[in-house]
């Protein structure tokens, strides 16, 4: 069973920046495309950014130029650089596999944006 601990997440104002790490305890990390997804209140969780073991990143366009997501394959750790976040940033976010079969989901950790 992968364990994953998303954090980093806090309130913070319109144009801010905030850092997340995902760290997995799956030992085979380093050949799982990673993914950081997002759900608002109200709404289904999307994928927002992806990476592969190779670090090639696709991102969807309502965060392209303003996401980046990392990975450090010796720590099993994924990360997502959010900067110019908007108030349609406010949600929980989640890291999981971005490809086959889903691990279960961690806690998340809720971004706050305010306007």
């Known amino acids: 069973q992968v364990q994953l601990v998303e954090s980093g997440g806090g309130l913070v104002q319109a144009g801010g920046s905030l850092r997340l790490p995902c760290i997995a305890s799956?030992?085979?990390?380093?050949?799982?495309?990673m993914g950081w997804y997002r759900q608002a209140p109200g709404k289904q969780r999307e994928l927002v950014a992806a990476?592969?073991?190779?670090?090639?990143?696709n991102y969807a366009d309502s965060v392209k130029g303003r996401f980046t997501i990392s990975r450090d394959n010796a720590k099993n750790t994924v990360y997502l650089q959010m900067n110019n976040l908007k108030h349609e940033d406010t949600a929980v976010y989640y890291c999981?596999?971005?490809?086959?079969?889903?691990?279960?989901w961690g806690q998340g950790t809720q971004v706050t944006v305010s306007s």
């Open positions: 799956k030992t085979t990390f380093t050949i799982i495309v």
């Open positions: 990476i592969t073991h190779g670090r090639s990143a």
């Open positions: 999981n596999r971005a490809n086959g079969p889903q691990w279960s």
